[in-house]
C-alpha cells in the first residue's frame, strides 16, 4: 500500500448505470437507489432513468454482479425468469437492459448477499496496480490463468473482481461508475496523489449542493481503461444516503404511474431509439 494511498475503511457501492448529471445524460433524469440494506454496511446500485432514452448500448466493462442467495435462485424459478447454469450451482440471469447476474445457490451467509461486482479490463497487471498500488485495495485473489483478480478493502465488504477481455474496453453508451465513501479529510490526499502519478482526474474535488440536505464531497478519476471511480465524503454520504422508509412504496407508485409510452409519442419518438 502506497504511504498516501487510501485506508482500508471504505463503504463499497456501485453506480450501475449513469450518475447524477453525467455525461452525455445531462438532461431530464430519476434515479433509484436499491440494495439489500442500509448503505453504511451494503452494496448499491444506482438505476438512472434518462428521459429521452430509449435504449443503450452495452460494452464490455460492466461484466456483472455476483450474489450469494438460494433465495434469489428459488424466486427466479417462481418467477420463470430464465437461468442459465454456468457451473455447478450459480445461474446466470439476465436483467431487463441486458445486464447480467450470477447466482449462486447456497444459503445468505453473510449480511450483503452481493459478493463482488466484475469489471473487464485490457491489462490485469496493469489495472491491479492502479486499483491496489494506488488506490490501496488489498489482492484477495489472483488468478493469471484465467486473467481475473479480486480485490477489495475489507474482508466484510463487497468485492470487486477484475477480469481481462480480449481488446479494448469498450463503454458502450451505457457507462457508470463504481463509488466508494470515506472520510471528507482523505479526499485531498487521494487527489494530490493522482496528480503526482499522472492520473487521470475526470472531475476534480468539489463540493455538491444537495437543497436542504448535507453538501457533499466528490472526486471522480478514471483507471487505465476509462472506469469511472467516485470517493466522497462520508461524514455528509451518510446523510445523504439515509434510507427512505417509504422508498418501496414511491419506486412502484412511480412504475405504476410511468407514462413514458406516452411521453415518446408526444415527442414523436421511438421508444427503442437511444
Same mark, same amino acid.
Given at each position: ?90 445461474? =446466470?440471469?439476465?436483467?431487463? #437492459?441486458?445486464?447480467? %447476474?450470477?447466482?449462486?445457490? /447456497?444459503?445468505?451467509?453473510?449480511? *450483503?448477499?452481493? $459478493? ?111 472506469? =469511472?471511480?467516485?470517493?466522497? #465524503?462520508?461524514?455528509? %454520504?451518510?446523510?445523504?444516503? /439515509?434510507?427512505?422508509?417509504?422508498? *418501496?412504496?414511491? $419506486? ?23
Amino acid at each position: 500500500m502506497r504511504e498516501n494511498s487510501c485506508d482500508s475503511d471504505k463503504t463499497f457501492s456501485l453506480m450501475l448505470l449513469r450518475c447524477f448529471c453525467s455525461r452525455p445524460y445531462d438532461g431530464k433524469w430519476s434515479k433509484t437507489m436499491v440494495g439489500y440494506g442500509p448503505e453504511d454496511n451494503h452494496f448499491v446500485a444506482e438505476l438512472t432513468y434518462n428521459y429521452g432514452v430509449g435504449e443503450y448500448r452495452l460494452g464490455n466493462d460492466f461484466l456483472g454482479i455476483t450474489l450469494v442467495s438460494s433465495q434469489a435462485v428459488s424466486n427466479a424459478k417462481k418467477l420463470g425468469w430464465p437461468l442459465k447454469e454456468v457451473t455447478t450451482g450459480i445461474f =446466470e440471469a439476465e436483467a431487463p #437492459g441486458g445486464y447480467r %447476474f450470477y447466482l449462486e445457490d /447456497k444459503e445468505q451467509l453473510r449480511q *450483503d448477499p452481493v $459478493l463482488k461486482v466484475t469489471l473487464g479490463v485490457s491489462d490485469l497487471q496493469k489495472s491491479v496496480n492502479y486499483w491496489s498500488g494506488l488506490l490501496g485495495m488489498k489482492i484477495y485473489e489472483k488468478d493469471e490463468g484465467k486473467q481475473r483478480a479480486l480485490l477489495g478493502y475489507a474482508d466484510n465488504q463487497c468485492k470487486l473482481e477484475l477480469k481481462t477481455v480480449a481488446g479494448a474496453v469498450d463503454h458502450g453508451t451505457a457507462f457508470g461508475r463504481i463509488a466508494f465513501s470515506c472520510p471528507k479529510d482523505e479526499l485531498p490526499n487521494i487527489e494530490a496523489l493522482m496528480k503526482k502519478e499522472n492520473q487521470r482526474i475526470l472531475t476534480p474535488l468539489v463540493s455538491l449542493d444537495t437543497p436542504g440536505k448535507a453538501t457533499v464531497q466528490v472526486i471522480i478519476l478514471a483507471d487505465p481503461d476509462g472506469h =469511472e471511480i467516485c470517493f466522497v #465524503g462520508d461524514e455528509a %454520504f451518510r446523510d445523504l444516503s /439515509k434510507v427512505d422508509p417509504n422508498g *418501496d412504496k414511491l $419506486l412502484d407508485d412511480a412504475m405504476a404511474a410511468d407514462n413514458s409510452d406516452k411521453w415518446f409519442a408526444a415527442q414523436k419518438m421511438k421508444k427503442a431509439a437511444a
